[in-house]
């Protein structure tokens, strides 16, 4: 049994539905972004701030490259980029968790701690750009994604039954 990637746009629930899957089924499941704040003893935020973007994408090249050599039948919700990183494949089957951008906004915004949820992604602190990069990014997931899920307006567990039957569980 191979690991299972969910890639999609921040805020569109990939650790949710990661804890989740794993809940229901048993696996174990990591974070990226967990695993590079572990790595750096730092938040991602703090990253973004003091090394910047490149920095942050350099530390998801090492973590993915970790990930396929030394992680198995696990479920990994990853960062809204980490689907950039080359070989992604390697790593596991890829899920794409779909929803609109408004959809994603609603989502964060009907959460107890909007706010908190908002202030730790870093690119989300300009709306105009966090549209504009989710645009970018729609085909960009599409394209490496060997399965899509649309979680848009639907329960957790509505999504969890869908990735496993699309999953064959």
């Known amino acids: 049994m191979k690991n299972i990637v969910l890639i999609g746009f921040m805020g569109v629930g990939k650790g949710t539905i990661a804890r989740a899957f794993c809940a229901k089924t048993g696996m174990y499941g990591v974070d990226t972004d967990d ?53 992604l494949n390697k790593i596991g089957t890829i899920v794409y968790l779909k929803s609109s951008f408004d959809g994603i906004i609603e989502r964060i915004m009907s959460q107890p701690n909007a706010k908190h949820k908002l202030q730790k992604r870093p690119l989300f602190q300009e709306i105009d750009r966090a549209k504009a990069l989710f645009e970018k990014r729609v085909p960009l997931y599409e394209k490496k994604a060997d399965i899509s899920i649309q979680v848009e307006n639907k329960s957790i567990k509505e999504i969890v039954k869908g990735l496993e039957k699309s999953l064959k569980f």
């Open 35 to 87: 695993l590079i704040e572990s790595l750096e003893n730092r938040k991602i935020k703090t990253i973004f701030k003091e090394n910047g973007e490149g920095h942050f994408r350099a530390l998801e090249a090492r973590t993915a490259s970790w990930l396929a050599k030394n992680v198995k039948n696990t479920v990994i919700s990853t960062g809204g980029g980490f689907f950039m990183v080359e070989d």
